[in-house]
């Protein structure tokens, strides 16, 4: 059983790359940007900080091109990672929450 589990939290882990992109950011920054355009978005709390990546990647400039290669059913691939960015983000709650309150916010290139 607990065999598992670690394999199940692995996997949630390992698919969703958001949170594995901020958990534990260098220098306290990560540079989000889609489709070549920069976020709107300044900084991100480190409490479910996967989640926050994902929508800063969807709330960016508006793209001069029109492209829909990054979709599954006409849902954004960054919607998709959000929701797994879910689980591992209260998977590593713990971590997130004191590194919060020791680092505050995590800033946004």
């Known amino acids: 059983m607990k065999r598992i589990i670690s394999l199940a939290s692995a996997s949630i882990i390992c ?24 976020s709107y978005c300044k900084s991100i709390p480190r409490v479910y900080s996967g989640t926050s990546y994902s929508f800063c990647l969807m ?32 998977i590593v709650l713990p971590y997130t929450v004191m590194t919060q309150a020791k680092h505050g916010n995590i800033k946004v290139n």
């Not at 698919?15 to 920069?38: F, L, M, W, Y």
């Not at 990054?70 to 954004?76: A, I, Y």
């Open 59 to 90: 709330n960016s400039e508006p793209s001069q091109t029109v492209n829909t290669g990054s979709t599954l059913n006409h849902v954004p691939l960054e919607a998709i990672d959000a929701v797994f960015s879910v689980a591992a983000d209260t």
């Open 15 to 38: 698919a969703s790359c958001a949170t594995v992109k901020t958990v534990n950011p260098k220098e306290n920054q990560v540079d989000i940007a889609h489709r070549g355009q920069k």
